[in-house]
């Protein structure tokens, strides 16, 4: 026997990802409104964004110089960091927040395998056998490749076998050998498992092949499995 069970849903993502201009280095539309002044006497606005590399003491106080325009200049970038963009897509409207919506499907496809055989030994000593096997193939629903979650490979796959003997020994005696095996053996692998990605970034001192190293990063939607 041979029976095919196929589920079907869908998984709707509204989540946030960076826009053009933050990865051209620009965070202009992030700046809130004024907070006050610092030590120099210079406009400090919420969300601004200074240069770590121009920290100084004025007057007792530790001050830095906010990159013009909080655009961060692309001489600055890290270069795996640069790298690590391209793993982040396109968002689908102009929104800074919830601007990446998509549908993803996901679901179950399930194969499964059955067979049996029956055995008259003798009119006192019969034979049953069962095999059966099942494939079966999760769809786990991510918002995109390299999201927090996917996987390039995910499969679950169980075979089971029963054997009876069954014997009467007298009228009134039944004697039954039963044997019994399970195999259950899943492949679950994080997108781009066996690749050096964190080598190919330019990651030091991660040695892994388990695919796309996990990043978080605050306000953004993550990056590969934790």
């Known amino acids: ?21 933050m990865k051209a280095g620009d965070f202009s539309a992030l700046t809130g409104s004024g907070l006050g002044t610092d030590s120099l006497g210079r406009s400090v606005r919420q969300g601004q964004i200074y240069d770590p590399a121009s920290q100084s003491v004025v007057n007792g106080q530790s001050t830095r110089v906010p990159f013009s325009n909080d655009t961060i200049p692309a001489s600055r970038f890290d270069p795996a960091a640069v790298k690590l963009l391209k793993y982040w897509p396109e968002p689908t409207n102009g929104a800074l927040s919830s ?4 549908a993803r499907s996901k679901g179950n496809t399930n194969n499964r395998y059955d067979g049996r055989v029956d055995h008259n030994l003798s009119s006192v000593n019969r034979l049953f056998a069962r095999y059966s096997a099942l494939r079966s193939n999760p769809i786990t629903a991510s918002a995109y490749p390299g999201a927090s979650g996917s996987y390039s490979t995910n499969t679950k796959n169980t075979d089971t076998m029963t054997g009876v003997w069954t014997s009467n020994v007298t009228p009134a005696t039944l004697n039954e050998l039963r044997l019994s095996y399970l195999r259950s053996a899943v492949d679950r692998r994080p997108y781009l498992a066996g690749a050096d990605v964190a080598g190919e970034l330019g990651i030091a001192n991660i040695d892994t092949r388990a695919g796309l190293p996990y990043i978080s990063i605050s306000g953004v939607n993550a990056l590969g499995s934790a």
């Open 1 to 21: 026997r041979d029976v095919v069970d196929r589920q079907r849903d869908q998984t709707i993502y509204n989540i946030t990802v960076p826009t053009p201009a």
């Open 99 to 102: 601007n990446y919506l998509r």
